[in-house]
């Protein structure tokens, strides 16, 4: 099933994909990987291997919301502008929140895209 919208909630540690339309919800759970090594920088490789993940997540999503912590939102806006610039032209918005249910998560999503697509002049797909 393919499906038009998406909200991402991510922190540093995992990231749960949500993709929707007015009647369905397909969910997707990425997690980090962790690596157990004393180099220096690893945490930030293992951290662009998660934020990797999260993208390969969205591929073929055309608009995504990512939500989140503050500083889990901000760290995968950077990596995605940065080293994914063809997922970070797919997200039309950032968006710092604590830790909704599913529901609440999906329900804001729903009202963050009707607003969006009002602005943008474009019909909210069925």
């Not at 951290?47 to 889990?72: D, K, M, R, S, Y």
Request: aromatic share 10%; net charge negative; hydrophobic share 40%.
């Amino acid at each position: 099933m393919s499906l038009f919208h998406a909200v991402v909630w991510i922190d540093h540690q995992k990231a749960q994909v949500l993709q929707f339309d007015a009647e369905h919800v397909q969910a997707q759970k990425v997690k980090t990987h962790s690596h157990h090594t004393a180099q220096h920088g690893s945490t930030v490789r293992t951290q662009h291997e998660f934020f990797g993940e999260v993208c390969a997540a969205l591929a073929g999503i055309n608009e995504v919301l990512v939500a989140g912590p503050h500083t889990g939102v901000a760290d995968f806006r950077h990596y995605a502008e940065k080293h994914r610039p063809e997922t970070a032209q797919r997200i039309v918005g950032y968006e710092t929140v604590d830790h909704p249910s599913e529901a609440q998560l999906v329900a804001f999503a729903r009202q963050y895209f009707l607003k969006y697509d009002r602005m943008a002049g474009t019909p909210t797909p069925t």
